[in-house]
């Protein structure tokens, strides 16, 4: 149980475009999901906390308006990288917790590999 | 300033022996401490979580400890196999968020 999807799983668009990532639990709900970017040999960066039904919660120095996230069901979350940069080029993997509190495990989708040109 | 420090970048462990990795944190007040592993371009997979009330925590081959007064935790893999080569990543468990270390990857050696 406590699978969770994450698509694409790798994707290449040009600067400037815009491109949408999915992450789905698949088997349970979730009404907290948490949006990570790993760049090579270093941890995984918070960037924001998505919370079905409301605003994000961003991150000091993520850019709301760049990083656009939407939590409209207990399943789905989606970030979308508007105006992408080759600076933007990194790996984006989202979780979410089975359980109601912070202390429960997260539940990691198999990340997305976004490069930039 | 805030620091969550995993020991050296790579760790290589002969087969059989017991690998032990550590994750040492400053300023900061976790209620509980994760073990997760991630293997290359997958996302990480949860292991152990102990909290702050809890010495050590067991899971087959796997042991954690939680020292707050040190602000250490301690993960093991005893009778290690190629198959644990891995990245193995502490998490600090907070008010709000989870936040990652930067993870030690380690090489099981047949």
């Known amino acids: 149980g406590a699978v969770v999807s994450q698509h694409p799983s790798w994707v290449i668009c040009k600067s400037g475009t815009s491109v949408k990532i999915e992450c789905r639990s698949l088997d349970f709900q979730a009404t907290t999901m948490f949006w990570y970017r790993q760049f090579p040999k270093q941890s995984l960066m918070l960037m924001a906390t998505s919370n079905e039904g409301s605003k994000a919660t961003y991150e000091q120095g993520v850019e709301k308006d760049k990083f656009l996230i939407n939590h409209a069901s207990l399943t789905l979350s989606t970030l979308t990288v508007t105006s992408a940069h080759p600076e933007d080029s990194s790996f984006y993997i989202c979780?979410?917790?089975?359980?109601?509190?912070?202390?429960?495990?997260?539940?990691f989708g198999n990340g997305t590999r976004l490069t930039v040109t | 300033s805030q620091k969550i420090e995993q020991n050296s970048e790579a760790l290589n462990i002969q087969e059989g022996k017991t690998a032990t990795l550590t994750c040492n944190y400053t300023?900061?007040?976790?209620?509980?401490l994760q073990w997760y592993r991630q293997d290359p371009g997958r996302g990480p997979v949860f292991l152990l979580l102990?909290?702050?009330?809890?010495k050590e925590k067991r899971k087959e081959r796997l042991k954690v400890t939680f020292d707050t007064t040190l602000k250490q935790s301690l993960f093991h893999i005893t009778a290690s196999q190629p198959a644990d080569s891995a990245t193995y990543l502490c998490a600090l468990g907070l008010e709000d968020k989870i936040i990652f270390g930067k993870g030690t990857r380690l090489h099981i050696l047949p």
């Open positions: 300023n900061y007040s976790p209620a509980y």
């Open positions: 979780s979410a917790s089975f359980g109601s509190s912070y202390n429960s495990p997260l539940h």
């Open positions: 102990i909290r702050e009330n809890e």
